[in-house]
């Protein structure tokens, strides 16, 4: 099988799930089913339920899972509202698996929007019925806001520049396209490419990713409901690609363990290693964290 986007850590997550007595699973973010075919073909009888809020990456997954027949169902939403949802204690799941963000698939596709490399329209939602697109943020919000997205999600340093440009720029015509953006960001920063350097357009596509799909709101949330919603044992496995990310799974991991509700499966994040970032650059940013409820 030829899988379009590469998991992150798959054998890491192997590894965790491993002592799983029963075997069902959710990939809260089954994206195009990488991992969830890694867990499917490794623990023989495991199921897994698989979750996206995207509902071209249901589909992906559903033709690259599809060999598992009955083993896998589907399911178009935010993992976010798993516990309400599925009755995880009752369905006695021993293995959750969040690996957010987007896919290479999402990506690389230009009418998406998500890429400052590829010309497309200002979209970048994940889930197509969402209000917002970029180009609704980019032509409507005021200065004060937009500065305030580029600085907060992307860690932007330019970040007042480039919305008072934004400003100037929509006065006569609304921006459409993410090469325009990114010409602009490029213009502000005076973009000089050399080998080794992130594009500074990176950080605002970031921001404005991570505004438009509220990708940190409920993060901490949610992971407060696991221990209630797990039998002992369950483990959960975290992927994060950004520092505010990683951030609140890293702190909401603490606290749970201060409660004594949790117990860390590693004190210190794990990274893709040599011969995976060899084979996949984009897993650089990867940080993976796992629990197991006590
Ligand atoms: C990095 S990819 C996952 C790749 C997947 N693990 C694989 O092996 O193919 C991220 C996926 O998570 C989905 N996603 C991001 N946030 C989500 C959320 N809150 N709820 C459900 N799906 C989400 C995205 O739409 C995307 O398909």
Same mark, same amino acid.
């Given at each position: 099988?030829?899988?379009?986007?590469?998991?992150?850590?798959?054998?890491? #997550?192997?590894?965790?799930?491993?002592?799983?007595?029963?075997?069902?699973?959710v990939?809260?973010?089954?994206?195009?089913?990488?991992?969830?075919y890694? %867990?499917?073909?490794?623990?023989?009888?495991?199921?897994?339920?698989?979750?996206?809020q995207?509902?071209?990456?249901?589909?992906?997954?559903?033709?690259?899972?599809?060999?598992?027949?009955?083993?896998?169902?589907?399911?178009?939403?935010?993992?976010?509202?798993?516990?309400?949802?599925?009755?995880?204690?009752?369905?006695?799941v021993?293995? %959750?698996?969040v690996?957010?963000?987007?896919?290479? #698939?999402?990506?690389?596709?230009?009418?998406?929007?998500?890429?400052?490399s590829?010309?497309?329209?200002?979209?970048m939602?994940?889930?197509?019925?969402?209000?917002?697109?970029?180009?609704? #943020?980019?032509?409507?919000?005021?200065?004060?806001?937009?500065?305030?997205?580029?600085?907060?999600?992307?860690?932007?340093?330019?970040?007042?520049?480039?919305?008072?440009? %934004?400003?100037?720029? &929509?006065?006569?015509?609304?921006?459409?396209s993410?090469?325009?953006?990114?010409?602009?960001?490029?213009?502000?920063?005076?973009?000089?490419?050399?080998?080794?350097?992130?594009?500074?357009?990176?950080?605002?596509?970031?921001?404005?990713?991570?505004?438009?799909?509220h990708?940190?709101?409920?993060?901490e949330?949610?992971?407060?409901? %696991?221990?209630?919603?797990?039998?002992?044992?369950?483990?959960?496995?975290?992927?994060?690609?950004?520092s505010?990310?990683?951030?609140?799974?890293?702190?909401?991991?603490? &606290?749970?363990?201060?409660?004594?509700?949790?117990?860390?499966?590693?004190?210190?994040?794990?990274f893709p290693?040599?011969?995976?970032?060899?084979?996949?650059?984009?897993?650089r940013s990867?940080?993976?964290?796992?629990?197991?409820?006590?």
């Open positions: 099988m030829n899988f379009p986007h590469y998991p992150v850590m798959s054998k890491e #997550v192997l590894e965790i799930f491993q002592g799983s007595a029963k075997k069902l699973f990939d809260c973010t089954v994206g195009a089913g990488g991992h969830s890694h %867990i499917l073909g490794a623990f023989a009888g495991a199921r897994v339920i698989a979750i996206d995207d509902e071209e990456s249901i589909a992906l997954a559903r033709e690259n899972l599809k060999a598992f027949g009955r083993r896998v169902r589907f399911h178009l939403g935010s993992f976010s509202d798993l516990f309400e949802n599925f009755d995880c204690r009752k369905l006695a021993s293995g %959750i698996l690996d957010p963000g987007i896919s290479t #698939v999402q990506l690389k596709k230009s009418q998406r929007g998500f890429s400052h590829l010309d497309g329209p200002l979209d939602r994940k889930d197509r019925h969402g209000s917002l697109t970029a180009a609704e #943020v980019l032509n409507t919000f005021p200065e004060k806001k937009l500065a305030d997205i580029f600085s907060r999600y992307g860690e932007f340093a330019a970040a007042g520049r480039l919305a008072k440009k %934004i400003i100037e720029k &929509r006065l006569f015509a609304p921006l459409q993410t090469v325009q953006l990114r010409l602009l960001v490029e213009e502000i920063t005076r973009w000089r490419p050399r080998p080794g350097l992130v594009h500074p357009a990176a950080k605002v596509f970031q921001a404005l990713r991570i505004f438009i799909n990708e940190l709101e409920g993060i949330a949610w992971l407060e409901k %696991i221990p209630a919603n797990l039998r002992a044992g369950g483990r959960v496995v975290f992927i994060t690609y950004h505010l990310e990683d951030r609140l799974v890293k702190r909401g991991f603490q &606290r749970l363990q201060r409660a004594q509700q949790v117990q860390l499966l590693r004190p210190f994040p794990g290693g040599r011969e995976e970032l060899l084979q996949n650059l984009a897993s990867a940080k993976l964290r796992a629990l197991e409820v006590a």
